[in-house]
């Protein structure tokens, strides 16, 4: 997980969403990545994030605005899929 300018972010949250029901699949934080989390597949999952700036939290989802409009990743049964995100 990178901000803008490319500089790896600290102290984030990320929250795996199944893409169907909204329910949360799985999370990772800390201070430092890369972070790995145990998603079962095969199922569609959205990504939402927390990060903590200078004036409060960042707060959004993957490839969009909210839920309904973010951006929906395929995990599949078997192997390990790869997500680099960088906070818009």
Partial sequence: MR???GV???GYTLVF???????IM?????????YRT????PQRVTVEYYLPGTTGYVHGWYGGQDPAHATALTIPARGMPHL???IP
Avoid: K, M, W
């Fill in 8 to 10: 790896p972010a600290t």
């Fill in 38 to 41: 145990r998603l079962f597949g």
């Fill in 3 to 5: 901000t803008p300018t």
């Fill in 84 to 86: 680099d995100l960088t």
């Fill in 17 to 23: 969403h199944n893409a169907v029901t909204g329910d």
């Fill in 26 to 34: 799985g999370s990772a934080s800390g201070p430092y990545g890369p």
